[in-house]
């Protein structure tokens, strides 16, 4: 993609389209996922220095390997693991729901759903500690071709579904967006006139 997607705009945006909510994924998400990648930076360090233990002789370039290397994983794997959180994001829309995936260093996919075609909003916390902290997953299903996304009043999952994962206030956004839908679909001329998301508690967003 030659454009970056700003809170202000986004690569595909429809001329008119109003932007109601830009997601991006929680900055806790993002510190955990760089945990991580130090902790194999220390488990490959610490690994290279135990075998260096072992081999007197060549002990001082197992602890030169274990150095480099760590360094190494450590640097980069920031830099890409932060790099993908900022390419991770989604719109929300007057008109759909946009969301920006990356797959590669270098590639992003986009995938996005009308407000038309979506049907139900789900939301829910990966873990305890998640649901306590309000952080969350939100996933707005789509209708399925085959049995218009509905068997016994049960939502079938669906490759077109949009999940967004470690949202903040997900509840109150999975709230915003059945709003968005009740909106477009029983009185489609006042869905430009809801206003855009506040990420604050309830009764301090306007």
Do not use: C
């Not at 809170?7 to 997601?23: A, H, N, P, S, T």
């Not at 130090?38 to 150095?67: D, E, H, K, N, R």
Request: no cysteine.
């Amino acid at each position: 993609m030659s454009m970056k997607n700003t809170d202000e705009d986004f690569y595909g945006r429809q001329e008119g389209e109003k932007i109601l909510y830009v997601v991006r994924p929680h900055s806790l998400a993002t510190l955990i996922r760089i945990a991580k990648v130090y902790l194999v930076a220390a488990i490959v360090f610490l690994t290279l220095i135990l075998i260096g233990g072992q081999l007197p002789v060549v002990s001082s370039l197992f602890v030169f390997l274990g150095t480099t290397l760590g360094l190494v994983i450590a640097v980069v794997g920031t830099k890409v693991t932060s790099d993908y959180q900022k390419r991770n994001i989604s719109y929300i829309t007057d008109r759909r729901i946009v969301h920006f995936e990356p797959t590669t260093l270098f590639a992003t996919n986009s995938r996005s759903l009308s407000w038309d075609e979506a049907v139900k909003v789900k939301t829910y916390p990966p873990n305890v500690l998640w649901k306590q902290m309000a952080i969350g997953n939100v996933v707005v299903h789509a209708r399925t071709p085959a049995r218009g996304g509905e068997v016994d009043g049960v939502y079938e999952s669906s490759v077109d579904d949009i999940e967004l994962r470690d949202v903040y206030y997900y509840r109150d956004l999975g709230n915003y967006i059945d709003k968005i839908l009740f909106t477009y679909k029983q009185k489609p001329r006042e869905v430009t006139e809801i206003r855009p998301f506040v990420l604050k508690p309830r009764g301090e967003r306007y």
